[in-house]
């Protein structure tokens, strides 16, 4: 009664700039030196999932910059998010943030972003990737995760868990897309050591423009502005957390991303609200930054009202005929 039928798949004809494998991270591993991984925009991988009718921690593809291109075996839905990117199947165009469906044989290609960078796509029922630490998320840094602890390559074949029968097909509403800008301010909750940086070096820090820099990727971004001075050069290496500001000798900021490693030995004036990584996480080299300072409670109910408001959002209804 069809229980024989293989699940489908997709074949890599072109991996595009950097392709991996990704689910909502690896937690809980610190303590054996790895580090979290993850989605660099975690609400636009949240969203892919959720317009196939998956969990948010299933595991689908993130892709910088664009030129992603697959084939399909099988019958299968899916769902593009993030960045604004040409999306195209079989050569024709098809909306991003809705469920299209794919047949046996068809291709999907994504263009170059024009906006953000960081592009999600996911699909129904999630891919067949074996967790490693409870993990899939890929950290090429660590070699793990994925199917080969590196960025997907030409020729690579991904099996879906399961053949999804095409369904209901949903989208989300324009009013509720995350925008993505060139410019962006930081929200960032100080540290325990932002008294070792002088009043003035802590308005340099908050009233100027920042850069980012050619060093930027999943580890971390690197700014360039005024230079940050702090009254101790270094510090014993401790545990560091996603968002953290670290100000090396140079005085250029660097904020820690998802691939960061696990300890460090640089003066940190503060965190950067998770919220507001992945606006930093959809910039590219030369776009401007600003820091904002809140307090901790402050980030709390920020997180709070995120989290409603991402449960109370609906999803319109599409008929088939409309993403076919």
């Given at each position: 009664?069809?229980?024989?039928?293989?699940?489908?798949?997709i074949q890599i004809l072109n991996p595009g700039i950097l392709s991996l494998i990704q689910d909502?991270?690896?937690?809980?591993?610190?303590?054996?030196?790895?580090?979290?991984?993850?989605?660099?925009?975690?609400?636009?991988?949240?969203?892919?999932?959720?317009?196939?009718?998956?969990?948010?921690?299933?595991?689908?593809?993130e892709t910088t910059i664009g030129g992603l291109k697959f084939k399909v075996k099988g019958d299968?839905?899916?769902?593009?998010?993030?960045?604004?990117?040409?999306?195209?199947?079989?050569?024709?165009?098809?909306?991003?943030?809705?469920?299209?469906?794919?047949?046996?044989?068809?291709?999907?290609?994504?263009?170059?972003?024009?906006?953000?960078?960081?592009?999600?796509?996911?699909?129904?029922?999630?891919?067949?990737?074996?967790?490693?630490?409870?993990?899939?998320?890929?950290?090429?840094?660590?070699?793990?995760?994925?199917?080969?602890?590196?960025?997907?390559?030409?020729?690579?074949?991904?099996?879906?868990?399961?053949?999804?029968?095409?369904?209901?097909?949903?989208?989300?509403?324009?009013?509720?897309?995350?925008?993505?800008?060139?410019?962006?301010?930081?929200?960032?909750?100080?540290?325990?050591?932002?008294?070792?940086?002088?009043?003035?070096?802590?308005?340099?820090?908050?009233?100027?423009?920042?850069?980012?820099?050619?060093?930027?990727?999943?580890?971390?971004?690197?700014?360039?502005?005024?230079?940050?001075?702090?009254?101790?050069?270094?510090?014993?290496?401790?545990?560091?957390?996603?968002?953290a500001v670290q100000v090396p000798k140079d005085g250029q900021p660097i904020v820690l991303m998802?691939?960061?490693?696990?300890?460090?030995?640089?003066?940190?004036?503060?965190?950067?609200?998770?919220?507001?990584?992945?606006?930093?996480?959809?910039?590219?080299?030369?776009?401007?930054?600003?820091?904002?300072?809140?307090?901790?409670?402050?980030?709390?109910?920020?997180?709070?009202?995120?989290?409603?408001?991402?449960?109370?959002?609906?999803?319109?209804?599409?008929?088939?005929?409309?993403?076919?």
């Amino acid at each position: 009664m069809g229980g024989n039928r293989m699940s489908p798949s997709i074949q890599i004809l072109n991996p595009g700039i950097l392709s991996l494998i990704q689910d909502a991270g690896r937690y809980g591993q610190h303590s054996v030196g790895l580090t979290t991984g993850g989605p660099m925009d975690p609400l636009a991988f949240k969203w892919a999932n959720r317009l196939v009718g998956n969990d948010d921690n299933t595991s689908a593809i993130e892709t910088t910059i664009g030129g992603l291109k697959f084939k399909v075996k099988g019958d299968i839905q899916l769902a593009v998010t993030g960045a604004e990117v040409a999306v195209s199947v079989n050569g024709k165009p098809r909306p991003q943030w809705q469920t299209l469906n794919l047949s046996t044989h068809d291709e999907l290609e994504l263009g170059y972003a024009t906006q953000g960078c960081r592009i999600y796509v996911a699909f129904a029922s999630g891919l067949n990737i074996a967790p490693q630490f409870n993990s899939t998320s890929t950290v090429v840094r660590e070699g793990i995760g994925g199917e080969t602890g590196k960025g997907l390559q030409a020729g690579d074949e991904l099996a879906l868990n399961s053949e999804t029968a095409k369904g209901s097909c949903w989208q989300l509403p324009e009013s509720a897309r995350p925008e993505y800008h060139d410019s962006v301010t930081l929200r960032l909750i100080p540290g325990y050591q932002d008294h070792h940086f002088s009043r003035h070096q802590q308005r340099m820090f908050f009233y100027h423009e920042y850069k980012v820099s050619d060093l930027c990727d999943r580890m971390g971004y690197r700014l360039t502005g005024p230079s940050i001075k702090c009254d101790i050069e270094g510090i014993l290496s401790e545990g560091i957390c996603l968002g953290a500001v670290q100000v090396p000798k140079d005085g250029q900021p660097i904020v820690l991303m998802n691939d960061r490693q696990t300890i460090g030995g640089y003066p940190k004036i503060g965190s950067v609200l998770s919220l507001d990584l992945a606006k930093l996480a959809q910039l590219t080299a030369g776009c401007t930054v600003k820091f904002e300072p809140i307090t901790i409670d402050h980030a709390h109910n920020e997180l709070a009202l995120a989290q409603y408001r991402y449960r109370q959002q609906a999803l319109v209804a599409v008929t088939p005929e409309e993403v076919k």
